[in-house]
């Protein structure tokens, strides 16, 4: 069990490191689109490389904190019933939430985003528009970075519900990061 209880706590300190580093990544948003939109309109010049940045840095920040969330309990779902079950029911609810939905899902998105990305970098993918930013792949690489971080989350996920049918009450619910 001490196994598992390490294993799980390094994938959530992982997974916190890269959300709480992502989250930045909103404030470079705003100021990347601020300047966008003040070099537009204050200026009158337009920089397509700009404006794609702060589409690139906003997506990184969604796709690459999905584990993160996912960890500190943050998606939406239906608490009705599951906020209100015991700590081993819900260990429950999330094994077998995990082994049915997640990793299936993970299984067919992870090689739908990962033959996106191959082929992209192959080429060398870039932006379709002039001036744009080059290296599409990179943003691309993301999606097969979020779906590793989630799959080691969900393993993790399996591992606190492990470790709540062990006894150990202190990994029921979500990761304190």
């Not at 994938?11 to 070099?39: Q, S």
């Not at 528009?129 to 979020?146: D, Q």
Request: with cysteine; glycine share 12%; aromatic share 16%.
């Amino acid at each position: 069990m001490s196994s598992i209880a390490s294993f799980v706590r390094g994938v959530e300190t992982l997974n916190g490191w890269v959300g709480k580093t992502v989250a930045w990544l909103a404030l470079g948003t705003v100021l990347v689109c601020f300047a966008t939109v003040y070099l537009r309109y204050a200026l009158n010049t337009n920089f397509t490389w700009l404006q794609e940045a702060y589409v690139w840095q906003h997506a990184t920040a969604i796709v690459l904190g999905g584990a993160y969330t996912m960890m500190t309990g943050g998606f939406v779902r239906v608490d009705i019933f599951y906020g209100k079950m015991a700590p081993r029911n819900r260990a429950l609810v999330d094994l077998f939430g995990t082994l049915l939905f997640l990793f299936p899902f993970m299984a067919v998105v992870g090689w739908a985003f990962w033959r996106h990305f191959w082929s992209a970098a192959v080429v060398g993918e870039g932006s379709p528009n002039p001036g744009g930013l080059p290296a599409w792949w990179l943003l691309k690489g993301t999606l097969v970075i979020f779906v590793a971080l989630t799959t080691l989350q969900g393993l993790a996920m399996i591992g606190r519900s492990l470790l709540v049918f062990g006894g150990r009450e202190e990994f029921a619910g979500t990761s304190s990061h």
